[in-house]
């Protein structure tokens, strides 16, 4: 009998000894990576002849991209199958080449070092390193043909910057000194023409765009040794990130662990000097995705401070006085077995102080906890009906079944606009929903409408999504010293090199703005110009948050679709468990761009339902002087089922605002002899 298929493929890359005399050599790349060999042959049973390990001169600049690339051709790797990328070696950072210098920050870029790196004549490099956006357009070929299922994990510095006096005396005689995984190209000026050959080879509402949806943080999740602007070390001979990695998995199958919850696991230990990073949009996913897990509510950590609990969870959460967690050991993967609840007595906008219920006992901290929201304050939902419409009869007999859990919904007798939404029965039997954006855009756009079929399920699952839809729409803080010192800008995109929309085989282009800032006067108005008047050439949109504040920001942004009732990442605060997080948002003019520049998020497209020639959504832009994940307050369309941080020093703080651009879609076709060029 043929034994059953391991779907893992693996590309592991150690380089200690570099050809360039000039790099230090390094003790720990190479063992670090036979250790992640022997694990997935061991503990993972993953076939040696799907694992590709190159180390020292084996590893190449050619050699590395031959290697990365081949996964999209490989016959035996379906669509789906788990790929994982290692490196661990020196990391570098350097100017970017003028045509990436996007997004007005001038920041460096980021490459990893080949084994040959630097290896010509004494004039310059003959063989550049390799930047990191090469790496993502090869991450993005790759998931294009064999899905979006990629891990990479890199163990090296995210810049060199800080290691101008700071690298210690070697010894080779001793594995106990701190060795930076990092090396410096003073002299190295980036060529506009860096890696060409490999940059330029060929729903409703907002979304992804579909050509783009692969980019960069699109297409997989990273877990990094360290913050771009710091070392990654090494020391006894392995790195320190990889030894805290592999100690984790060894213990913790990947089955039952997500990417997001390894930084700030019980058994991940804080690493000194270093903050390691999570970042992907499918963060949440398990590691390797071996299996899919049970769909799990957010959880939040708890701490204890005097006689009082600390919850990780407060008003931008949407959490109030007398909200309720249900307590969990942190090991129970399934939230199957709580162990308690607590009750909250203040808030805060990112923390709560809670109690146990008076009479329960005290909570067990010796072992970690979590606690997910068990009770929020009613989140009034408000709904109409026509006078003499059949809808009302249908909605009491509805109701008489299911009180407990729609009972916060409020039948009023007045206009719509006092209203969530109006609900109507027509004539076909069909319940007809039109929804209040609540903005006052005038006329139709103040209305979005959507149906169903006259069915108590269907009613339900569109009746639930509705109030968690609003009650995240309408929680709204406001903060004027960051609302008015943050900008948004929201531009049509083209493609740098390629003057067509077709991106042949290789995956996204490179993309830049092009044209005014379209969000003018409080609104953004888009019409749909489809660049080859087919349904998947939807034009790409590219958003920049500039944070002109004094203080650092972070940011989530959502696109809400009333019409749809979902809700949208554009992007998502990246994660670190209990380590420090890179800062997205640096104070007194750092940006953040979807869609084009060096952040990895993916352009934005925008569409009109059939039948409609105009509707109206809201980019929802949440900025936090402290980093929130926000992503599970994303959510699909229920009209679709789915099958699918001696002198005093003050306090520092601690706020959140939003800020919503209304954005008008807008059906037009756009003719091919009035396409934008580049």
């Known amino acids: 009998m043929a034994s059953e298929k391991i779907p893992l493929y693996a590309l592991l890359i150690g380089i200690n000894s570099y050809l360039t005399a000039g790099f230090p050599s390094l003790r720990g790349a190479v063992p670090d990576t036979l250790d992640f060999k022997r694990y997935l042959e061991t503990e993972l049973a993953v076939p040696s002849e799907q694992i590709i390990v190159l180390v020292d001169n084996k590893a190449t600049r050619t050699a590395m991209i031959d290697a990365l690339a081949a996964f999209g051709t490989d016959k035996r790797i379906e669509k789906g199958d788990a790929i994982l990328f290692y490196y661990a070696g020196h990391g570098t950072e350097l100017d970017p080449p003028t045509p990436w210098k996007l997004d007005g920050n001038n920041e460096k870029i980021q490459a990893i070092v080949p084994y040959d790196c630097n290896s010509g004549e004494a004039m310059g490099l003959t063989v550049p390193p390799i930047p990191d956006y090469t790496l993502k357009v090869l991450l993005s070929r790759i998931a294009r043909e064999k899905g979006d299922n990629i891990t990479v994990i890199f163990d090296c510095c995210h810049s060199a910057s800080g290691t101008r006096g700071s690298r210690p005396v070697e010894s080779v005689e001793s594995d106990s000194v701190v060795r930076v995984r990092s090396a410096e190209l003073p002299s190295f000026v980036c060529p506009d023409n860096l890696d060409e050959d490999i940059l330029n080879n060929g729903a409703r509402g907002a979304f992804v765009a579909p050509k783009h949806s692969m980019r960069g943080l699109g297409s997989h999740t990273l877990l990094s040794a360290c913050g771009k602007e710091e070392l990654a070390r090494e020391e006894r001979g392995h790195g320190r990130f990889s030894a805290s990695l592999l100690r984790l998995l060894r213990q913790v199958s990947p089955e039952n662990l997500r990417h997001s919850e390894i930084l700030g696991h019980a058994l991940f230990p804080r690493i000194l000097d270093q903050n390691p990073q999570c970042e992907g949009i499918y963060k949440d996913r398990t590691l390797f995705n071996r299996k899919v897990l049970p769909a799990q509510r957010k959880s939040f950590a708890i701490e204890q401070k005097g006689g009082n609990y600390t919850v990780g969870a407060g008003t931008i959460h949407r959490i109030t006085k007398n909200s309720e967690f249900t307590v969990y050991r942190k090991t129970d993967i399934t939230l199957s077995n709580p162990v308690g609840t607590l009750v909250v007595e203040q808030v805060a906008p990112f923390y709560s102080s809670a109690q146990v219920p008076e009479g329960s006992s005290k909570l067990d901290l010796t072992q970690p906890l979590i606690s997910v929201i068990k009770k929020l304050a009613p989140q009034e939902f408000r709904i109409r009906t026509p006078p003499g419409n059949g809808f009302t009869s249908v909605y009491h007999e509805f109701l008489k079944a299911r009180k407990q859990e729609f009972g916060n919904i409020t039948l009023v007798n007045a206009t719509r606009d006092d209203a969530h939404a109006e609900i109507s029965l027509t004539d076909e039997n069909r319940i007809l929903f039109k929804f209040n954006t609540g903005r006052g855009l005038g006329g139709t756009l103040d209305v979005a409408e959507n149906s169903i079929d006259n069915d108590d399920d269907d009613l339900a699952r569109v009746l639930a999504a509705a109030i968690c ?156 002087t402290e980093s929130v994940d926000l992503s599970y307050i994303q959510q699909d369309t229920p009209f679709v089922v789915s099958r699918h941080m001696v002198q005093h020093k003050p306090k520092p703080k601690t706020a959140w605002t939003d800020i919503i651009v209304p954005i008008i879609q807008h059906r037009e076709t756009l003719r091919h002899d009035t396409q934008i060029q580049n």
């Open 469 to 624: 839809f609003y009650g995240e729409f309408e929680n709204h803080y406001e903060d004027s010293d960051i609302s008015k010192n943050v900008s948004v800008e929201i531009y049509r995109l083209v493609i740098m090199n390629d003057q067509t929309m077709g991106f042949g085989d290789f995956g996204p282009p490179r993309m830049r703005p092009v044209g005014p800032n379209l969000y003018n006067d409080g609104v953004v108005n888009v019409h749909m110009q489809y660049a080859n008047a087919a349904e998947d050439d939807y034009i790409p949109y590219g958003i920049r948050v500039v944070n002109k504040s004094g203080g650092d920001l972070y940011a989530n942004l959502f696109h809400f679709n009333h019409g749809e009732l979902s809700i949208s990442p554009c992007a998502i605060a990246h994660d670190s468990g209990h380590h420090t997080l890179d800062v997205p948002l640096r104070k007194k003019g750092g940006a953040l761009t979807i869609g084009y520049g060096n952040s990895g998020y993916p352009a934005v497209s925008f569409n009109v339902a059939d039948g409609l020639d105009l509707e109206v959504g809201f980019l929802k832009v949440y900025l936090t």
